[in-house]
């Protein structure tokens, strides 16, 4: 299914800046599979000395902001999973600054993130790809908004070039 068939009722418009970021014309397993490529080739560009630095007091470092792309797409994912089955318990939002601190990503290499990554990825890919067309217009409730399965997929896609465009700006400067 492409995002141009994507309902703004199937999400909350906080995700719209996510979502907006993806490419209208693009298929879901497309946009999934693409934003794998691109998201390891550009992580893999990053200089060593840079994996740690964030740009300001607070801020996450290049390592922990993967980290969080990582733990968000596992979140969504699991949510999507959830919605794609028909369960209608409604789910709870989670608080990305409390995942941070006891990741220690900054304790990792990029190399073991990267690994990570890609294995997430690709389970997210085999999960949608199992999805029926009718399984991923399924509607549930995730912090306390509507989310279709189409929708947590679309969400993860933006969220991740969200996030490279966040490190692009203000991390590689």
């Known amino acids: 299914m492409k995002f141009t ?3 703004h009722s199937e999400y909350n418009p906080y995700y719209s800046n996510y979502i907006s970021l993806v490419s ?3 298929d879901l397993i497309d946009a999934l599979e693409e934003g794998k490529d691109i998201c390891l080739s550009f992580y893999r560009s990053i200089e060593k000395e840079k994996w740690t630095y964030s740009y300001d007091s607070g801020k996450w470092t290049i390592l922990e902001s ?3 792309v990582i733990d968000t797409e596992r979140i969504f994912a699991y949510r999507a999973l959830r919605i794609a089955r028909g369960d209608k318990t409604p789910l709870t939002g989670f608080e990305q600054d409390d995942y941070i601190k006891p990741s220690a990503a900054n304790e990792r290499s990029m190399e073991s993130l990267l690994e990570e990554y890609k294995i ?3 389970s997210s890919i085999l999960l949608f790809k199992s999805f029926s067309n009718e399984a991923l217009l399924h509607i549930g409730s995730a912090s306390d908004s509507a989310l279709s399965a189409r929708a947590a997929g679309f969400i ?3 969220h991740e070039i969200h996030h490279g465009n966040i490190i692009k700006t203000r991390y590689l400067n």
């Open 5 to 7: 068939d994507l309902n």
């Open 24 to 26: 209208p014309e693009i």
């Open 66 to 68: 993967l980290l969080h």
């Open 120 to 122: 997430v990825r690709e």
């Open 156 to 158: 993860i896609c933006g």
